[in-house]
C-alpha cells in the first residue's frame, strides 16, 4: 500500500515512516511542507495519505488544506490528518464531503503503533476513524443544544464507539455486550436522531457525525 506522509519535524517524520515500512507500506514521499505535499499527492496517487494539518509556510492549516484540495481533484483518496489539538472547524472541514475515506487523530495517538496503523488501514479501506477526544468534544457540544438529550448513557457509548470508526463486535467486546445488544441500541439511536439506518458501516458512522456538527 502507497503513503505519502506529510510532517515537517524530521524526527516524527522519520518515526512514522519507520512505522509504516516495518508494517508493509511503502512511503513514496515523505514531505515536509504544503506545497510539496499537494505535489505528491497529484503526482504520485497513493492509497492514502498520512497528513499534519499544520504545515510550513505559515504553520496554520497547509496540510489540510493541501489534503481538500487533492480530495477535489480525486474524491476517492483517503486521507488521515494528524494533529496536536482537537479542532472542531477541521473535524467540520474534514466530513464534510460526506465521503469516507477519512480519520483524524491527535499526534499523541500515533507513539500507540497499533493503534496508528490501524487507523491508516482503516482509512485506505474507505473507512472513517476520529480521535476519541474529537467525537468527545462535538458530543459535548450537541449536549449543549439537546440533540442527544434523548440517548441513555449507553446508547452514548455506543455512538461514540461507532463515531470512532468500530464494528458491532468491536462496540459490544469493548462494552462487553452482545452484537444483538449493539444493534438494537444502534437502531434506537438512529430512531431518536432521526437518521435512516444503513448496513454500511462507514455511512452510518458519517451520517452520524455530520448530523452532531450541525
Same mark, same amino acid.
Not at 472547524?89 to 487523530?105: C, M, Q, S
Given at each position: 500500500m502507497r503513503v505519502v506522509l506529510a510532517e515537517d519535524l524530521f524526527l516524527l517524520r522519520d518515526g512514522l515512516t519507520r512505522t509504516l515500512e516495518d508494517h508493509g507500506f511503502q512511503v513514496v514521499a515523505a514531505v515536509d511542507n504544503g506545497p510539496s505535499l499537494l505535489r505528491a499527492l497529484r503526482e504520485d496517487a497513493p492509497d492514502v495519505a498520512v497528513v499534519d494539518i499544520r504545515l510550513p509556510p505559515t504553520f496554520t492549516d497547509e496540510g489540510l488544506r493541501a489534503a481538500l484540495e487533492a480530495r477535489r481533484d480525486r474524491p476517492s483518496l483517503p486521507v488521515l490528518v494528524l494533529s496536536q489539538y482537537v479542532d472542531q472547524? $477541521?473535524?467540520?472541514?474534514?466530513? @464534510? #464531503?460526506?465521503? #469516507? @475515506?477519512?480519520? $483524524?487523530?491527535l499526534k499523541d495517538r500515533v507513539t500507540h503503533t497499533a493503534?496508528?496503523?490501524d487507523a491508516v488501514r482503516t482509512v485506505a479501506a474507505g473507512g472513517t476513524v476520529m480521535d476519541p477526544q474529537v467525537i468527545a468534544r462535538l458530543l459535548a457540544?450537541?449536549?449543549?443544544? #439537546?440533540t442527544t438529550a434523548a440517548l441513555t448513557p449507553r446508547e452514548l457509548d455506543v455512538l461514540r464507539l461507532m463515531a470512532e470508526g468500530r464494528s458491532n463486535a468491536a462496540v459490544g467486546q469493548s462494552l462487553h455486550i452482545s452484537e444483538s445488544a449493539v444493534a438494537k441500541h444502534t437502531a434506537a439511536i438512529f430512531a431518536k436522531l432521526r437518521i435512516e439506518p444503513s448496513a454500511d458501516d462507514n455511512r452510518r458512522v458519517?451520517?452520524?457525525l455530520a448530523y452532531l456538527k450541525r
Open positions: 472547524l $477541521y473535524a467540520h472541514e474534514l466530513l @464534510a #464531503g460526506g465521503r #469516507g @475515506a477519512i480519520g $483524524y487523530l493503534q496508528f496503523v457540544r450537541s449536549d449543549a443544544r #439537546g458519517l451520517a452520524v
